[in-house]
């Protein structure tokens, strides 16, 4: 059973420029959320994905977008790279079960992107 | 604002000692308590988790105890092992939210 896997693993921009990342959750889980780590920090969150919607999302500017498809797969797409914009891009799902009561329990992650904007 | 937040940045123990790892959270609404590893290079990884009618919850060589009159957390990682060196976040959601929120974290350095 794959676990989360996100696409590429790593890769460098320029300022300016686009960048699509991908993630495909665990078998079973329909809920895709994407967070971003700088070094040394926790991961910020920066929206999640439900049924192919924007359910919710953190405080990003619109340059971040994303997208949901039908087998429950995910992009995220980031807009007129900045510097600060480096980081390492995590993609995590969780399935139905972890939405029962309160709280979302267990949230699976995958290895993260690493973007390097120059 | 509210915040999840950690006490030290950096612990290190030896191996076999007994490590705990605390969080501050001052979000009084926060119901749900989550704790993740991420070691190197590799995405968080859950451990163990608390909700807010309890003050205790074990695991496989980890205990979670919640204090809530001070809104604090910790994680007690028994007879510590070199493997269990990486990053440990704590994270609080508020009720009836998906999202959790995550803390700076607190790098965890275990000595053969």
């Known amino acids: 059973d794959a676990g989360v896997t996100q696409s590429p693993t790593h890769l460098i921009k320029t300022r300016g420029q686009q960048v699509t990342l991908r993630c495909s959750p665990k078998s079973g889980h329909d809920t895709v959320s994407w967070y971003q780590q700088a070094l040394g920090q926790g991961p910020q969150f920066i929206f999640q994905y439900y049924e192919e919607e924007e359910r919710q999302r953190g405080n990003f500017p619109d340059r971040f977008s994303g997208h949901q498809f039908p087998n429950y797969s995910s992009e995220l797409n980031v807009n007129a790279l900045l510097l600060g914009d480096s980081a390492l891009y995590l993609c995590?799902?969780?399935?139905?079960?972890?939405?029962?009561?309160?709280?979302?329990?267990?949230?699976?992650f995958g290895e993260g992107s690493r973007l390097t904007v120059l | 604002g509210e915040s999840v937040g950690l006490h030290l940045p950096t612990l290190s123990v030896q191996e076999g000692d007994n490590s705990i790892i605390n969080c501050a959270y001052s979000n009084s609404a926060s119901d749900y308590f989550i704790w993740y590893k991420q070691e190197s290079g590799k995405g968080p990884q859950f451990i163990i988790d608390?909700?807010?009618?309890?003050d205790k919850r074990q695991g496989q060589r980890v205990t979670v105890l919640l204090n809530k009159t001070v809104k604090h957390l910790s994680l007690q990682i028994a007879a510590t092992q070199p493997g269990d060196s990486a990053v440990y976040f704590c994270?609080?959601?508020?009720?009836?939210?998906?999202?959790?929120?995550f803390g700076r974290g607190t790098s965890l350095i275990v000595h053969p």
């Open positions: 994270a609080e959601n508020k009720p009836g939210s998906y999202i959790p929120t």
């Open positions: 995590a799902s969780s399935s139905p079960e972890n939405r029962q009561g309160a709280g979302i329990g267990e949230l699976f």
């Open positions: 608390i909700r807010s009618n309890m």
